[in-house]
């Protein structure tokens, strides 16, 4: 026999009294808190249906295929293309380079190989294409800052100018104003390879980078003079060689820093031009406190550990080199 | 009981006061985080007499004990007390059923319900059933009887029951308010839980809680309640006799209980009078001090007789050793200990709030509500998940098609 055979049914609980009560027996307080937990009820009610419908619309279109998905911004051509950049590159280049077919959707759209065209371009360091829906693509670069230029005439082509960023990229430099470029000093002593038809970095352009960022913040009257940078011997020497529009030959030396350089440099030029009226020809840096130089109308220069005064003199004759012996004078 | 916060209301719609109490319990700890109190109205010896008023009070003491907390309650434990309740104990005992002799969880539940299946009066319904300890073959067991070996298994149960409508007129006071009752307790057991400890319950205590409308009385054995039992007198009716003794109104009566009232007469001089007001107003009198005390003596004495004839033969002082433990607001009368260790012929103390307990909270009217947040909440942690008598839907259908 079972339990519920033997025994007789339990008396009634006071759990069977019915707890509900009518809204007229409540008072204001529990009025409110029954239309409080009502609203509470209907609320978390209607949140699980938003929830449940929302499941079952994402189920359906899963099912008809995820590529239906994005139908409906397929189906809207692109309207705007927007340009976050800082640099010089403008929306026309943008268009230009993207080049979209005219009714191009943003789901039509490969991102990547839209990127990469981008890059094509050396001035773009990197660029991010979004997509922002219903129709504007947004396209976010970051772009190279050139410090140098030259003058590059590859195969059959006429020469033609173009730009050199700090690691070397060389670009053709887009939306540049013609007086900035014209301030940056020309590249001597570099042969250009090509590889794919994209012109291969210049080699030890961030030491020349480094010494034209110093001259230009620490020296900015001399740099404003400087025309040509010759990469000639840094690789074979260390040096490079600047040719400004009153020094034909200045040679920096990569192995000591080109701050004690670049101040020898200008108080020699401070000196030579009050105690000489010859202008300097040849500077030399690179070899330490001992700054040779030479001067105009005056033939080949002699090492002398003399002071700047005696040696920033002029000879008569016969020509001889001079040499200035700067740790004396400057204390660098 | 889940493991989340909540928010539990202990509520006692008494005949003077209605005390609410809102405790945080987290599922391992409990703290008294609000507290709120009004005069009651509507109210007669635990009974409601007119809902509206009764519902205006007890939902202004939740309010405010809301507003204390800074909580909304989410359920609450209801205090039961009245004329109305009765108790009774039934027993049962059935033969083992396994073959070596091994009490299984089928033997328990068997022996449980027969003793709890003894029908009430119409009109009436289960308050509590408190189980007593177990005996296999007449030998007790204070916990359950599981794999123990025996041919014979007993229990008793000592069930509380009162009137349907009584127990729905205080649960819809409370579903007015938008609440749900999670559990009625008797008023005794809460206030008993609250002033005796574990070790007194189990040698033997009666705790006896005086409020102004009742006297809620339980008796202890072997650690749990024994009998139970309400009186419907109680400190309104001290303010009663002296009010018609000394032709004084209740507001006046009160106040001589409250200031001379005394359980044993302790004045010798019968000449000796005090003022009523004591400020030599007009209107102020002078009354007997004696008179006084022999009043409220009288009543009182009268009323732990009362509560002693009530007991019976179940109270001894032998099974009783840890005494009479006193509380609730009537408690408060000069020399009460006194008069119940003379009736009862034990020793009697007043039951004291235990120290866990907040300076502001400690009061003999309050400990019936503080006991009904822990009283409560170990009654609902001891209790099996709820199953519904009768079974399910699915019972229900499968009902349907066994009578086709």
Not at chain 2, 232 to 251: A, F, M
């Amino acid at each position: 026999m079972s339990p519920s055979e033997t025994t007789a049914p339990l008396a009634r609980s006071w759990r069977d009294i019915p707890q509900q009560v009518k809204p007229r027996a409540m008072s204001n307080e529990g009025r409110r808190r029954l239309v409080f937990s009502a609203l509470k009820t209907a609320g978390a009610l209607a949140l699980l249906g938003a929830l449940g419908w929302g499941g079952v619309a994402v189920a359906q279109i899963l099912r008809e295929g995820p590529k239906k998905v994005p139908g409906q911004a397929e189906a809207a051509p692109i309207k705007d293309i927007v340009l976050v950049t800082d640099g010089a590159l403008d929306r026309n280049w943008i268009v230009r380079t993207l080049a979209l077919p005219k009714n191009a959707t943003l789901m039509g759209l490969e991102l990547y190989q839209l990127r990469s065209r981008l890059l094509v371009s050396g001035q773009v360091r990197t660029a991010s294409l979004t997509r922002n829906f219903p129709a504007t693509l947004t396209v976010n670069l970051s772009e190279r800052l050139p410090v140098a230029r030259l003058m590059a005439q590859m195969g059959g082509e006429s020469p033609h100018p173009l730009l050199v960023a700090r690691d070397g990229v060389v670009f053709d430099g887009v939306g540049y104003d013609s007086a900035a470029t014209d301030a940056l000093p020309w590249l001597d002593g570099v042969k250009l390879a090509r590889q794919v038809g994209v012109i291969l970095p210049v080699a030890g352009m961030e030491t020349v980078a480094d010494l034209l960022a110093k001259a230009r913040l620490e020296a900015e009257h001399l740099y404003r003079t400087w025309q040509v940078v010759s990469l000639a011997r840094l690789e074979s020497d260390g040096e490079i060689e600047v040719k400004t529009q009153d020094v034909t030959r200045i040679v920096f030396g990569t192995r000591e820093d080109f701050f004690p350089q670049l101040a020898r440099l200008d108080l020699l030029l401070d000196t030579a031009r009050a105690q000489s009226a010859a202008p300097l020809r040849e500077v030399n840096l690179a070899i330490g406190a001992h700054v040779p130089v030479a001067f105009d109308g005056l033939t080949a220069m002699a090492p002398a550990a003399g002071n700047a005064e005696r040696a920033a003199r002029p000879a008569k004759s016969p020509p001889a080199p001079i040499s200035i012996n700067l740790q004396l004078n400057t204390k660098l | 009981m889940s493991s989340r916060t909540t928010f539990i209301g202990a509520v006692e719609i008494g005949t003077s006061k209605i005390t609410v109490f809102i405790g945080e319990y987290t599922g391992r700890e409990l703290a008294i985080i609000g507290h709120g109190e009004c005069s009651s109205r509507g109210i007669i010896k635990g009974a409601v007499v007119d809902y509206k008023a009764a519902s205006e009070c007890t939902h202004s003491a939740l309010e405010h004990a809301e507003r204390d907390a800074g909580e909304r309650i989410d359920c609450v434990f209801l205090a039961q007390t009245g004329g109305h309740l009765e108790g009774f104990y039934n027993e049962a005992s059935v033969n083992v059923k396994a073959a070596d002799n091994m009490i299984d969880r089928g033997d328990i539940r068997t022996v449980c319900d027969l003793a709890k299946s003894k029908e009430l009066p119409a009109g009436r319904m289960v308050v509590h059933h408190i189980r007593r300890p177990f005996r296999v073959d007449g030998r007790l067991v204070p916990t359950s009887p599981e794999n123990l070996v025996g041919q014979r298994l007993e229990v008793g149960y000592w069930t509380v029951h009162g009137l349907e409508q009584r127990l729905a007129d205080n649960i819809h006071v409370i579903r007015g308010f938008n609440l749900e009752v999670r559990d009625l307790v008797l008023a005794s057991l809460a206030s008993g839980h609250m002033v005796t400890t574990p070790e007194e319950r189990q040698h033997g205590v009666l705790a006896i809680d005086l409020g102004a409308g009742t006297t809620d009385f339980a008796l202890y054995r072997d650690g749990v309640a024994h009998t139970t039992g309400v009186v419907p007198v109680g400190g309104t009716h001290l303010t009663n006799d002296l009010s018609i003794g000394l032709r004084l109104t209740e507001s006046q009566a009160e106040k001589l209980k409250l200031r001379f009232g005394r359980a044993l007469v302790q004045v010798r001089d019968k000449n000796e009078k005090v003022w009523l007001d004591g400020n030599f107003a007009i209107g102020d009198r002078q009354f007997p001090r004696l008179a006084i005390e022999q009043i409220t003596a009288t009543r009182t004495w009268e009323l732990l007789e009362v509560v002693k004839k009530r007991l019976g033969g179940v109270f001894t002082p032998e099974s009783c050793a840890a005494g009479v433990v006193l509380t609730g607001g009537t408690a408060k009368l000069a020399g009460i200990a006194e008069a119940a260790a003379k009736v009862f012929g034990v020793p009697a103390r007043l039951g004291e709030t235990p120290s866990w307990v907040a300076e502001n909270l400690r009061d003999p009217g309050s400990n019936t509500a503080l006991g009904l947040l822990y009283y409560g909440l170990s009654a609902q942690n001891e209790r099996p998940p709820p199953t519904r008598r009768g079974g399910g839907f699915l019972s229900n259908v499968k009902r349907l098609f066994a009578s086709s």
